[in-house]
């Protein structure tokens, strides 16, 4: 409970005759006052902090003796560790922790500055996975997230260095990242750490069909692999946490496909060998099959739903008309599973993707024939109409759920 | 047998490991100092020629991009079976010349024996042409040291450089220095 709410409320309780005077005191010395950051703001701050050291010196950094700039390297290095162990010991994990992210990125910008302070340029990314390594060991060994976080940041940032500068992808930082952290999300699952995580994995993925050269649709068989972990997953909001990236990259193509689905134009380039990739889709499926049904969890099945590949099709009516079947099944499943389990959050979800659905559909409906200024009028108050009915009827359904437990609470009693 | 996790997180543990890790990193940066000394006191030394370096490159960063004369073979050195392939390591087979700068006799798909005065520096091909090889050999950014006397040019002025490159036993090479060599041709007029 956030302590100003209580404190801009309290009087009025009190004056309502809700909570005694003496009630609204003990309340407030319930929660003190603590300045609480999220977790991400230790992770800009210690990213902030790092680049600004790093800018300053590397502004003055050619007219310093080699020593010197050896021993600054060092000593920072040693001195953010040092202070972040302090600490931690003293009772601050948020700043010590900040401070110990500090020094991982001390390590990586004491690497590449000793590297161009001899003129050595890595011929692979061999140098920069030790910094991917001193991630992951302090992330165990520290359990924080920020460190988690940063050691994703880290890897994301060596694999687009490996990929952009030598033109190669570098598989033992996919593989650190991957198994490393991986584990660690397996035993500690974390909702922002889980989506953190999936979104550096995506980016690897992205990365590795870059530089294979490979279509873009095997994208999805990486992206859906790491979907199917979140099925395993024992803890559900952490699991559905590690989902929420690939499903958003699934529907975001199935919305692109719908909108602009010429395929034919782009069937070089969307279009891989069919058998090939169902079988290796439908390995994937299988695995998150089976960790669903073992977890009771078949209710979410419609999620594979975005991942038909209507890319196969023929651009134009076929085409279409399939994506569109499959935006509205899926938005409709989303709103029976919200729907089945009271779930406010979900029904807007469903709500929106529903909407959307309807709004590609009269686009691609409209937009050739209709005059535009009439086009947007009809438009505007379907959405309009549509987001109207949606909610009445999702508050509704609510309104139902809370008469009814209101009225199961006497007879509990 | 405890996990992985769970060890690595046990609270009386956590201070030792830090050190660990910690001692680990700073060798790590002193190893990577270590072998860029030992590349230079221990190597092969060459020289190799540079085109006309631009020095508007220092603006924009501290390195200037280099392009060495062997930056682009021509196909008759390619000495394998196989034909060559985009993203190829090879390896290249230098002999001095006689104003003591480097050229290429053979480009090998496996490391090829040096006879005596001979170097072999590993590249990758970036481009193969009908007639040509376009090479990379990861030697083409020098990071300008301040006192360094390009930093002191015009800008405009266009100059080739010999660079000194020092190629380590196991293979590791590295720019050692940079000789500035003054334009002999007039400047052309605009």
């Known amino acids: ?413 | 047998m405890p996990d992985l996790l769970t060890w690595f997180s046990e609270p009386t543990r956590r201070r030792p490991l830090l050190r660990l890790l910690v001692a680990a990193q700073v060798l790590y940066v002193l190893g990577v100092a270590g072998a860029g000394y030992a590349t230079a006191a221990f190597g092969a030394h060459i020289v190799l020629t540079t085109a006309p370096v631009d020095p508007h490159d220092l603006l924009y960063g501290d390195f200037v991009r280099l392009r060495y004369s062997i930056s682009e073979v021509p196909l008759e050195l390619w000495r394998a079976a196989a034909p060559p392939r985009r993203r190829q390591g090879v390896f290249v087979l230098l002999a001095p010349g006689p104003d003591s700068t480097s050229t290429a006799v053979g480009v090998y798909a496996a490391a090829p024996r040096a006879a005596a005065g001979q170097v072999v520096l590993r590249g990758w091909v970036t481009e193969v042409y009908r007639h040509a090889l376009g090479l990379r050999f990861n030697l083409e950014r020098y990071y300008v040291p301040a006192s360094s006397a390009l930093r002191l040019e015009k800008a405009g002025r266009q100059h080739p450089l010999r660079v000194r490159v020092s190629i380590a036993p196991w293979g590791q090479a590295r720019i050692a220095g940079v000789e500035e060599e003054l334009a002999k041709t007039p400047e052309p007029s605009r």
Request: charged letters at 15%; a positive charge.
């Open chain 1, 1 to 413: 409970m956030s302590r100003k709410f209580l404190e801009t409320e309290g009087p009025a309780w009190v004056a309502d005759g809700l909570i005694s005077e003496e009630q609204r005191l003990k309340l407030l010395a319930r929660y003190p006052p603590e300045a609480s950051a999220g977790g991400l703001l230790p992770v800009l701050g210690s990213v902030l902090v790092g680049l600004s050291g790093l800018s300053l010196v590397a502004a003055n950094w050619q007219a310093l003796p080699e020593a010197l700039r050896l021993a600054l390297l060092l000593g920072s290095l040693l001195a953010a560790y040092a202070a972040g162990a302090y600490f931690l010991r003293r009772g601050n994990p948020d700043l010590g922790h900040g401070l110990i992210g500090l020094g991982l990125l001390l390590f990586g910008a004491s690497i590449v500055l000793t590297s161009q302070l001899y003129q050595l340029v890595g011929y692979d990314a061999s140098g920069l996975l030790a910094w991917v390594v001193a991630g992951v060991a302090l992330s165990y060994v520290y359990g924080s997230r920020l460190l988690v976080l940063l050691t994703v940041l880290i890897g994301a940032a060596v694999q687009t260095y490996c990929v952009e500068a030598l033109g190669s992808f570098s598989y033992a930082t996919g593989v650190l990242v991957a198994a490393g952290l991986g584990y660690y999300w397996w035993r500690r699952p974390d909702v922002v750490g889980s989506t953190v995580l999936a979104a550096g994995l995506l980016w690897q993925a992205g990365l590795l069909i870059i530089v294979l050269h490979a279509k873009i649709t095997w994208f999805f068989v990486p992206a859906m692999a790491v979907y199917a972990a979140g099925d395993w997953q024992a803890n559900r909001a952490g699991g559905r946490a590690l989902q929420g990236p690939p499903l958003a990259a699934a529907y975001l193509f199935m919305f692109g496909l719908a909108t602009f689905g010429e395929t034919d134009t782009y069937a070089n380039v969307l279009r891989p060998p069919l058998l090939s990739y169902l079988a290796a889709l439908g390995a994937v499926l299988a695995v998150s099959v089976t960790g669903k049904r073992m977890r009771g969890r078949l209710a979410s099945l419609p999620d594979w739903l975005l991942l038909l590949p209507g890319f196969y099709l023929p651009g134009g009516l076929p085409l279409a008309v399939a994506t569109l079947v499959v935006l509205y099944a899926h938005a409709g499943s989303v709103l029976a599973r919200a729907d089945r389990d009271q779930d406010a959050e979900q029904l807007t979800v469903g709500a929106v993707l529903f909407v959307a659905a309807t709004a590609v559909a009269y686009f691609k409906l409209t937009w050739a024939f209709l005059d535009k200024s009439l086009f947007f009028l009809l438009g505007g108050s379907l959405l309009l109409g549509l987001s109207w009915y949606l909610r009445r009827r999702n508050a509704r359904r609510m309104g139902d759920s809370v008469v009814s437990t209101a009225e199961e609470q006497p007879s509990r009693r």
